[in-house]
């Protein structure tokens, strides 16, 4: 008998190809990239790391062909090692970094890996709090580096920007190890030659950027380069705006050396350092498939046409604020700058985020119920919900469709707002079934590349 998971997926592919993907930390792989991560790779253990030495700089057709030095705790590294270098030397180059290590299993393990290499326990990070839009590996108690790190936080103003005053008196209060710029739900372009300027002036402190929601808009060119400005280090997750499968990285300027000799705690040992953390110090063997899957991304995030698909993400997230502003939605920090929508829904239509969001996915539009800075209804009814265009770009949406979804939303919102509660949705069903089959008739037409 077939396993019934295969019949699940048959399934999810059919919810993907006929609804709108609008998570913003959501977006769908090219079929190379697909192909990539399901092969024999994963049957190979291979702890620790190819290495730099005797190969000449980003010479992907040397990489591919020579034998390369290891440092590695198993035989037969041979296809392994040049693999992991590709992917090491793609990723260097798209964020003009030194070093890259490919190897974090998720964005999660990729910070933990960052504190773990600079911090002892106890130690001071300065970080964006969680209701600002921060991401709960920066300090959220529930997390294992909160037990383990003094986390202190800033917010945003009332323009939904960071709140730079609060984070330089913090800074210069506190001397945190560690300044860290990252977020999953803030829209407007960091100043991080501000920030690179705050944590000159405190004695070994790291700039830590988590760039993991706007990596792909880094790599192509519609936003700033935290490395380009002073930060040390750069964390991200590979799935997002990036377009590569489910992982992360860590990219960081300094020395490139062999991970074996323990190094100095000093800035310019960052690499090495976080070599170390991410192995053997967090984590165990690397997942060469998906490693494979980031190299075959990163590659396609070199080609001029990312830098294309980078503007018009961008493009069609203000495009879409604007319409949804016209609809009379209130945005938080009144539009974007990026990728990433929030809408104050509690206060536009008095229907809180979750209901909205079941609402929205009765008609095939995907989003997620999200807390506002301050917000009162806590994490399961929050007052705002948070949208994003990476997705619907890689199928080809562009400014006309930003306008169709907007319209839906409103309808939606209208909808919920008669209804009053969940339970009474099912009076609007007719409604509902109706706007279904217009978001999966357009769906359709912008097929999903890897489907
Ligand atoms: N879960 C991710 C997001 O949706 O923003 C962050 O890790």
């Known amino acids: 008998m077939k396993d019934p998971v295969f019949d699940l997926i048959e399934q999810e592919k059919i919810r993907q190809s006929e609804g709108l993907e609008l998570i913003p930390s959501e977006n769908y792989v090219s079929k190379d990239v697909l192909s990539a991560m399901g092969t024999i790779l994963t049957n190979k253990y291979s702890e620790g790391y190819p290495s730099f030495e005797g190969i000449p700089g980003w010479d992907e057709a040397k990489i591919a062909q020579e034998i390369l030095p290891n440092y590695r705790y198993y035989g037969g590294q041979t296809n392994i090692d040049r693999i992991e270098r590709l992917a090491i030397d793609r990723a260097c180059r798209l964020f003009n970094a030194d070093h890259a290590n490919v190897q974090p299993h998720s964005g999660a393990n990729a910070n933990e890996a960052v504190y773990y290499a600079w911090c002892e326990p106890g130690d001071k990070i300065l970080a964006m709090s969680l209701p600002a839009g921060g991401h709960l590996t920066h300090g959220s108690p529930v997390t294992r580096s909160a037990k383990i790190y003094h986390f202190i936080d800033y917010g945003v103003d009332e323009n939904g920007d960071i709140d730079y005053d609060e984070l330089e008196k913090k800074a210069l209060k506190e001397q945190p190890k560690i300044i860290l710029i990252g977020y999953s739900a803030f829209m407007k372009i960091p100043d991080f030659e501000r920030v690179a300027k705050i944590g000159a002036k405190i004695p070994n402190c790291l700039l830590m950027a988590d760039m993991a929601h706007v990596a792909g808009l880094i790599a192509g060119k519609a936003h700033p380069n935290p490395l380009d400005y002073g930060f040390h280090v750069m964390t991200t997750t590979t799935h997002k705006t990036l377009r590569g499968p489910r992982g992360g990285l860590i ?109 929205l996915d009765e008609i095939g539009l995907t989003l997620n119920a999200n807390a506002l800075p301050s917000d009162k209804g806590g994490a399961f009814r929050p007052s705002g919900v948070r949208l994003g265009t990476p997705a619907i770009t890689t199928r080809g949406f562009g400014q006309k469709e930003m306008q169709i979804i907007a319209d839906w939303m409103k309808e939606v919102a209208l909808i919920c707002q008669k209804a009053e509660s969940e339970e009474n949705l099912k009076d609007y069903s007719e409604s509902l079934a109706k706007l279904r089959n217009e978001v999966r008739d357009l769906a359709l037409k912008f097929p999903v590349p890897s489907i």
Do not use: C, M, W
Request: hydrophobic fraction near 40%; glycine fraction near 10%.
């Open 251 to 359: 990219l960081s300027r300094g020395n490139v050396a062999s991970p074996l000799k323990k190094p100095e705690k000093t800035l310019e040992n960052i690499p090495i350092l976080i070599d170390r953390a991410v192995f053997p110090g967090t984590q165990g063997g690397p997942l060469e498939h998906i490693i494979a899957g980031k190299a075959v991304s990163f590659g396609e995030a070199l080609k001029p046409e990312f830098k294309t698909y980078a503007k018009n993400i961008v493009e069609n997230a203000k495009t879409l604020a604007k319409a949804l502003k016209q609809k009379g939605l209130i945005l938080q920090g009144d539009g974007t700058e990026n990728h990433l929508i929030l809408v104050n829904i509690k206060a536009s239509f008095n229907i809180d985020g979750k209901f909205y969001e079941r609402a």
